[in-house]
């Protein structure tokens, strides 16, 4: 399984960035997509989830600190999962990995990680 990541960048406060993540190797409809984060000096986060198409519905989980501002979708046709995310701000300013894997929310550190796609927001 290879997770590849894209999308990431350097933004204004207050930008939109979009970041998208191709799975290979596997149906990713049946698992769990998801995004990660790991800001300079702090631990990783789990930001958002998606569970699969099937046999779930494709249910939701956002962290508190990105509610309202994040969106994460899937295209199974692509093997895609996406993280639109507006109203950035410094504190979201990290390595988002794409991750895939079980369920959604994962109770446990999903198996499959991307490498990571590096997002700054500028004040």
């Known amino acids: 399984v290879q997770l590849q990541a894209s999308g990431g960048g350097l933004v204004q406060v207050g930008g939109s960035l979009r970041l998208a993540c191709v799975a290979s190797?596997?149906?990713?409809?049946?698992?769990?997509l998801g995004w990660y984060r790991q800001a300079p000096g702090k631990e990783r986060e789990e930001v958002s989830c998606i569970g699969s198409s099937d046999p779930d519905t494709g249910k939701t989980y956002y962290a508190d600190s990105v509610k309202g501002r994040f969106t994460i979708s899937r295209d199974d046709a692509k093997n895609t999962v996406y993280l639109q995310m507006n109203g950035l701000k410094p504190d979201d300013t990290a390595v988002y990995f794409c991750v895939l894997d079980g369920v959604c929310p994962y109770i446990v550190p999903p198996v499959y990680w991307g490498r990571g796609t590096l997002v700054t927001v500028s004040s």
């Open positions: 190797g596997v149906t990713s409809e049946h698992y769990a």
